[in-house]
């Protein structure tokens, strides 16, 4: 089974602080996402990555920004949280080597508040 | 007018009921659509996946697609409370690369009533 993992679940921070979540996947995917999940929102787009060290944005990513040094890692990080951000991240990871399907696979969520 | 649209819900039907949820879109190049199931609490998992136009069954679950009026639809027969849960429709068109990102609608949330 694939496995997508988040370092936190829950997560408390004070406005101005420097906030990295971290995911994990274990299954050599290629592709790695970041979203946020707001209720009447849905599901936004901040970055996603399609290699190592590549990173494209999405369609929310004022704020935020990404690392992807090794392909099984892919970091978001929030340089000076706002209470604005205070939302659900969730990360996923998905498969590509030419196949037409591309299933995204959705870590647990870290919910961040950010006082 | 947003790419993808879906009824915001909520939706509360009796057990046994047929569940039918829908999503429209704008872009005509999406050709991959998807649903995706979310409990309270839990990261989406796939339920439903289908390629251009046509149906789809998987034991209860129905998915359809119609590319002319650019309309997709999930059914639940039978449905159970453990169906309880938010939907989310998904869609994107070529894949790979930096194409790979899936356009998402709002998600639906569903309560099966025992």
């Known amino acids: 089974d694939v496995k997508v993992t988040q370092s936190s679940r829950y997560l408390v921070k004070r406005t101005g602080e420097k906030v990295f979540l971290e995911c994990v996947q274990d299954m050599d995917h290629e592709n790695m996402f970041w979203y946020r999940q707001d209720p009447g929102l849905g599901l936004r787009l901040i970055y996603f990555?399609?290699?190592?060290?590549?990173?494209e944005k999405g369609d929310i990513p004022e704020g935020y920004s990404v690392s992807r040094e090794k392909k099984e890692r892919f970091s978001l990080i929030l340089e000076s949280a706002s209470t604005n951000q205070t939302s659900m991240y969730l990360c996923?990871?998905?498969?590509?080597?030419?196949?037409?399907?591309?299933?995204?696979?959705f870590g647990p969520g870290t919910r961040l508040t950010v006082l | 007018q947003k790419e993808v649209e879906q009824d915001p819900g909520p939706l509360s039907v009796p057990e046994g009921a047929i569940v039918s949820l829908n999503c429209t879109y704008s872009?005509?190049?999406?050709?991959?659509f998807m649903w995706y199931r979310q409990y309270s609490r839990k990261g989406p998992e796939l339920l439903m996946y289908t390629y251009s136009s046509g149906n789809k069954e998987d034991g209860r679950f129905t998915a359809q697609v119609d590319k002319s009026s650019k309309y997709i639809s999930l059914f639940i027969r039978d449905s159970q409370p453990s169906d309880s849960a938010t939907y989310l429709c998904?869609?994107?068109?070529?894949?790979?690369?930096?194409?790979?990102?899936?356009?998402f609608g709002k998600g639906i949330t569903l309560s099966v009533r025992p």
């Open positions: 998904a869609m994107s068109g070529l894949l790979g690369g930096a194409n790979s990102k899936l356009t």
């Open positions: 872009n005509s190049a999406f050709q991959y």
């Open positions: 996923a990871s998905s498969l590509w080597a030419g196949k037409s399907t591309d299933t995204q696979y």
């Open positions: 990555s399609y290699d190592v060290k590549m990173k």
